[in-house]
């Protein structure tokens, strides 16, 4: 019934749609972005929270007298609860400061954001420190 | 018809329905971003909105303490702060809807000044405080309650220091402790007989860690008397300004003691006026980082009573209800820790798509 030219333009047109579809298979994964609205959220909340803790110089106060256990509670209740965090401390060399834990978590997660929020101390010898925020929704 | 042409139109056919179905297909695929992205310009124009709520001021920008004026804009930043996210005491009174004063959400909708969007503000302590009474021991003279108190943050304890004053009718008594690991406290107070009525036990509990971090818990109890009176029985408390305007349910009232409490401090307050409905009390402006809590204690004929309001008049909700609206909009709610007379609450608002 078909000659030779005729299953050719079969052949191609099969050709053409496994093309097609394949293209439109491997692209679909890519299209699923990581939620980066609550990724968004998340970091202007933390920034604003040390924003808020540092005002009347209680951030650097806590820094300088090294009452990690006080900057953790502080946290604790400024956070929503539910949020994964973890907070380091560093010195004008990017020394780790911090001789204890602070955050309710040492690895926040993969799609944690990291805030970096520099706290000037209000003691009459001005130190600088360097904190780094990770913050992260619960999976 | 040549077998060709069957070919060609099969072919052709088949081109066809592979290129409607790869557009229905990327239409498919592309829609949830595009979503995204709409929803994603909502989002950011909604977090403008709140920003612009927080760190503005408001026209004029004393509008707060101005009790009868309605502003032309709205903002609740405190106008004699510099620094982002301190809101005015009398601003962020003026949402609860439990003073005379305060403005109506259609009010607030419109100050804002952008149609297309609905919204909701709460505003609270940043962690929790409950009393429970746990015995009463009578004797001769007095009577001791035996109170626990818990401080919790979503059920997690919080460590914190304790005062808290207890008023019944012209007596006023203090007492200090702590929270521990649990979050619990035993408080025993003891109460003369000679006095008789509804009596408060008010507590204020300073986080550990941050002076700044101040919640409170009022407690009403009957000493001597039967059940006590719920609040705003007999009186209605609005402060604002500075001011305490005591409005009576009952025209025989007669107040006893106008008092104001934080943490560290009590104190009588000054009347400043009086008319046959109301009375109004200057307000002392106290360094103390504490929320103020004032209270009134009085007689109705043979009812003794004792009421309270706290300044600011948190916590509060204001604005649209999404928790019951069935219109499917989605709603975006953004946190933010703000301080109120050096004390800090967080403050939730949430946006809907229409009014």
Avoid at chain 2, 212 to 227: A, D, G, M, P, R
Avoid at chain 2, 322 to 350: E, Q
Wanted: contains cysteine; hydrophobic residues 40%.
């Amino acid at each position: 019934m078909f000659d030779n030219k005729g299953q050719i333009k079969i052949i191609e047109a099969f050709l053409a749609i496994s093309v097609m579809f394949s293209v439109l298979v491997l692209t679909a994964p890519m299209s699923s972005t990581p939620d980066l609205e609550k990724q968004e959220k998340l970091k202007k909340l933390g920034t604003q929270v040390l924003i808020k803790l540092d005002n009347n110089g209680t951030l650097g106060k806590l820094i300088e007298g090294e009452n990690w256990t006080a900057l953790k509670q502080s946290m604790d209740l400024l956070l929503p609860t539910g949020v994964f965090y973890n907070l380091t401390v560093y010195d004008e060399n990017m020394q780790k400061v911090n001789t204890q834990e602070v955050g309710n978590s040492s690895q926040p997660g993969p799609e944690a954001v990291v805030i970096q929020y520099l706290c000037v101390t209000q003691s009459s010898d001005t130190r600088f420190y360097t904190i780094q925020l990770q913050l992260a929704w619960p999976e | 018809m040549p077998a060709s042409s069957i070919d060609t139109f099969l072919a052709c056919s088949i081109m066809i329905a592979l290129v409607l179905s790869a557009m229905v297909s990327t239409s498919n695929n592309l829609s949830p971003s595009i979503n995204e992205l709409s929803h994603k310009n909502d989002a950011e124009r909604f977090q403008q909105l709140a920003q612009q709520l927080l760190l503005n001021k408001g026209t004029p920008i004393n509008w707060g303490s101005l009790r009868d004026v309605v502003p032309e804009s709205l903002g609740l930043a405190d106008s004699a702060s510099s620094l982002p996210y301190e809101l005015d005491v009398d601003k962020v009174s003026r949402l609860n809807r439990q003073n005379i004063y305060s403005l109506s959400y259609s009010q607030l909708w419109q100050l804002l000044g952008v149609s297309d969007v609905s919204f909701r503000i709460e505003i609270k302590t940043l962690f929790n405080l409950s009393t429970t009474l746990i015995s009463k021991t009578s004797g001769v003279n007095e009577t001791t309650y035996q109170f626990d108190v818990y401080a919790e943050k979503s059920g997690t304890p919080v460590l914190a220091l304790l005062h808290g004053y207890v008023v019944v009718r012209d007596y006023v008594n203090n007492f200090a402790s702590s929270t521990s690991s649990n979050g619990h406290s035993s408080i025993l107070v003891t109460i003369p007989n000679s006095v008789s009525g509804t009596a408060i036990l008010l507590t204020f509990a300073k986080a550990e860690s941050n002076s700044q971090i101040v919640t409170f818990n009022v407690y009403n109890f009957s000493h001597n008397s039967s059940e006590p009176w719920p609040n705003r029985t007999f009186t209605r408390l609005n402060p604002l300004n500075y001011v305490l305007n005591v409005t009576f349910t009952y025209p025989s009232e007669e107040v006893l003691k106008a008092l104001v409490f934080t943490y560290n401090y009590n104190f009588s307050l000054t009347e400043k006026s009086r008319s046959a409905q109301t009375v109004e009390y200057d307000i002392p402006r106290l360094l103390d980082s504490s929320p103020m809590l004032l209270v009134t204690t009085g007689l109705n004929e043979s009812s003794s009573f004792a009421e309270w309001v706290s300044y600011p008049q948190v916590p509060l909700e204001t604005g649209a209800d999404f928790d019951s609206s069935d219109t499917g909009a989605k709603t975006v709610s953004f946190s933010h820790i703000v301080a109120i007379n050096s004390v800090l609450y967080k403050i939730v608002t949430k946006w809907g798509g229409s009014a």
